[in-house]
């Protein structure tokens, strides 16, 4: 069975319960432990620790809650990069394992960087823009089926930093894009010749070997 009642225990004087990570308490004598640390950033908050459970001929005599200790607690922040290095409310996390999300509109620049300037021990850190660009419907395939690899780029650049790219920024992708196209063409024109080379050497090789034969 998935579970049981904590009824099924009736009768036992303490039953100690594990895997769960939360301490909890289903019954005066039927508890989970949890976990002496965290485990992900879905347990901020949580107080962890063990149940020193002191047992006597009667039974449990006490139950004494014993916090664990916990060399740095985790702390999830959400809000815009400058709002979040500039909010004195914080002060508590700059000590704590972090994990940041970002709703500028725009992503920023360096952003992790910047976070650790003050939250030394940012460990994740997600975007979530608010008022950026919508994604259009669709598989990837088919919103990029006939578009130029130019296009392509500005809109992976569009769909990273929740804005369109710049003249400065296409300028930059076009002149990319030309010297790939100019090396490949190079590339393909040194095979063709290292392949006529080859042949004209097979060639001459197999006229040789026809002249020793007659």
């Known amino acids: 069975m998935a579970a049981v009642p904590a009824t099924t225990f009736a009768g036992i004087d303490y039953v100690a319960l594990g895997h769960l990570h939360r301490r909890q308490q289903l019954a005066p004598s039927v508890r989970y432990s949890g976990s002496p640390l965290a485990y992900s950033f879905s347990e901020a908050g949580q107080t962890k620790g063990s149940w020193l459970v002191t047992l006597g001929a009667g039974g449990v005599e006490s139950v004494q809650d014993v916090p664990a200790p916990v060399p740095r607690p985790l702390a999830v922040l959400r809000g815009e990069l400058d709002g979040l290095l500039r909010d004195p409310a914080l002060a508590s996390a700059e000590a704590a394992w972090c994990q940041v999300t ?8 360096e952003a992790m960087r910047r976070l650790q ?4 021990h940012t460990v994740e850190l997600r975007f979530a823009p608010v008022g950026g660009p919508q994604r259009s419907a669709g598989g990837y395939a088919a919103r990029m089926s006939g578009r130029s690899d ?12 929740s804005r369109t790219a710049d003249d400065d920024e296409i300028a930059v992708l076009r002149a990319a894009w030309q010297d790939v196209r100019r090396l490949d063409a190079e590339e393909i024109g040194a095979a063709a010749a290292r392949a006529g080379a080859r042949a004209a050497a097979a060639s001459t090789r197999g006229g040789r070997l026809l002249e020793a034969a007659g």
């Open 102 to 109: 970002l709703t500028d509109p725009e992503r920023p620049r």
């Open 150 to 161: 130019l296009d392509v780029c500005c809109d992976f650049l569009s769909h990273v930093r």
């Open 117 to 120: 300037t003050r939250f030394a």
